[in-house]
């Protein structure tokens, strides 16, 4: 049986965390109650603070699934308190998706908090501590959408409905291309326990490079249209429509100009 022994220290939550906890609750509240001047600006600040916030809970399910698979290392190194600033890649983990998210639009899979692989005995602790993140971001769309499957919309202002539209569209995207057997990624980490020691020896080197790889495909017009009909097909299994996907979006890049449709519509 696996020892977990940290100190409390280490599982404190940090007041970084906390603080972008409480600009998306109060972002929220503005998005909700209209009381911005400039609802984009809202939605745009909502919707950010609950994508680091959900980005900081994906390399914490990585940490803490790892803690419980025997790396004890991961409480001194900072992963346990869901500071953003303790990741090992940083800029991977939280600049560089937030970047994608403004100019594009995507959930960037982020970089994966370092792990003492050697400290972890079995295949399924090693798959298990590569699923986490990504089924984070699976519970986080679930949670985004469950209005919409739940009919529950009634009384939700347009503007938030919009929001949560948007922000389920990110944590799709980002499931799915974390779910991707790319090495590099957590869908190849969770595969490559599983895998011959010549395999795997034979794509570590290509490691660095699978987030490039993905990206280069998505560039090619009918890749990007397979995926994102892929996206689209999973939002309206969970009950959010085109409508409200493209109005989250419409808001979110305020700086742009909200178009009529979504204007009527709000």
């Given amino acids: ?18 603080g972008i906890v409480a600009v998306t609750a109060v972002t929220g509240w503005a998005t909700w109650t209209g ?18 916030v959900s980005l900081c809970l994906h390399e914490y399910a990585h940490a803490r699934t790892a803690l419980h698979g025997g790396d004890v290392t991961v409480g001194a190194k900072g992963y346990l308190t869901l500071n953003p600033l303790k990741y ?8 560089l998706p937030v970047i994608f998210v403004i100019m594009g639009g995507i959930g960037l899979p982020g970089g994966a908090v370092f792990i003492e692989r050697g400290r972890i005995q079995g295949r399924w602790k090693h798959s298990l501590i590569s699923a986490a993140g990504p089924l984070t971001n699976v519970v986080f769309a679930l949670v985004c959408t469950a209005p919409f499957w739940l009919d529950a919309l009634d009384g939700v202002p347009a503007d938030f409905r919009f929001a ?32 011959s020691y010549g395999v795997r020896r034979q794509v570590e080197p290509f ?23 892929a996206i689209y097909a999973v939002l309206d299994t969970l009950g959010v429509g085109d409508v409200e996907r493209y109005c989250g979006e419409d808001l979110y890049r305020f700086w742009q100009g909200t178009s009529d449709f979504c204007a009527a519509v709000s």
């Fill in 35 to 52: 009381f911005a001047a400039q609802p984009g600006v809202a939605v745009f600040l909502f919707v950010t603070a609950a994508w680091i």
């Fill in 164 to 195: 949560l539209a948007f922000l389920a569209l990110l944590q799709v995207t980002a499931a799915i291309l974390n779910f991707l057997p790319v090495p590099g990624l957590d869908g190849y980490g969770v595969i490559e326990p599983w895998l």
């Fill in 207 to 229: 490691a660095p490079f699978g987030l490039l790889f993905v990206f280069a495909l998505l560039m090619v017009p009918s890749v990007n249209g397979v995926f994102f009909d």
């Fill in 88 to 95: 090992t890649h940083a800029v991977l983990s939280i600049v």
């Fill in 1 to 18: 049986m696996t020892t977990v022994t940290t100190r409390r220290s280490d599982r404190r939550i940090s007041p970084v965390f906390l």
